[in-house]
């Protein structure tokens, strides 16, 4: 790409207003009084408040992920940590809105420039969408048909400017196989005003991640907006686009925002007790060291990963693997810390009333993502012990 066409996106989408990577962590910072002020309605309208939304794009939280190249941030993943942990401090919901909407610098760099410009008229646009199940698409000319799909987990789309699907690629009636047999999968975008978002998302916790089932019918999706998912390593594209799997390291960043809140609140309801409980010193003690321990592995893999990159170097199996071990560790020792500290608490917190209510509700319903699950092990577990065909989700 040459240096006049980056310069054209940088005019054309973003006029002055470009932001640093250090600039849009001390723009998101500084959000934590509007969040602890709007987290109420947002919990309970089940998405992001018109009001939330606006100063995220304004922070720059939707563009972090944009190339430099073409003008944008490409904030290190380590970095993408710390900017969803801050938002998750105060409240995982938006958070996690955050950590979705923010891949559409991800999924704009799979394409061309002509066809990121035709998809997005902004690099604060928000991208969101789920890929499983895979639903039917038939080729037909020029594209692929979509008679009928529905998808769950929509998380960010009721404030998303993009729409993506997953597709198992059919033509002639028949599906189509890669080379090792398995159904030919794509990542699709929709036209956004043919999508009917369903009113399915009321749960324990997360609420405000408004991460509903969404179905379409009967629409074409030319073959420029379709694009291959699992594709490998692509060395040709920007770093932080070349493995479709590291988008989701950011993830940690949701329970360690949330984990940090929760062991502090409990450390301010401690110190206001009476002193000289042996207990309550050391199990708050490793609280923290369980805490403290997951957040560094996390944020020492994202470091090296996006080193790596960065540099135009590939990972190895095992620095794959790692960024499943340190995801799935995060959530299993910031639950274990947070349970630890809770329990210092006692009854106090089982009522409604408790500030720390929502923040257990979303904890736990954090914790039924495959990001933070054992079985999600398999997969990394193998690549370490060098085993070859491992499964995956498409």
Known sequence: MSATQSNAWVVETLGDDYKSPAEILENLRALGPLIEEEAAEIDRIRHLTPRMVAALKQAGAFRIAWPAAWGGPEMRFDDQIRAVETLSYHDASVAWNVQILSDTGFYGA?????IARELYGSMDFATAGGYYPPQRADRVE??????????????????????????????NGEVLRDADGQPEFRVAYLPKDKVKLLDTWHTLGLRGSGSTDYEIEDVVIPDKYVFKYFSGAASHLPPLARHADFIAISLQGVVLGLGRRILDDVRTELKKRSPNDRFARIQYAEAEMNYN????????????????????????????AMTTLCSVNAGHQVRKACGMALELLGASIIYQRSPFERRRRDLDTLMVHLGHQRRALEAAGGSILGENNLPHLA
């Open 142 to 171: 020029g594209g692929w048909h979509i008679p009928k799909g529905r998808w769950p987990f929509g998380s960010g789309i009721h404030s998303a400017d993009c729409i993506v699907c997953g597709i198992h690629l059919h033509e």
């Open 110 to 114: 799979q394409f061309p420039e002509e």
């Open 293 to 320: 321990a997951a957040r560094a592995f996390s944020l020492s893999t994202a470091a090296l990963v996006s080193d790596k990159l960065f540099a135009g170097q590939e990972l190895t199996a095992d620095e794959e």
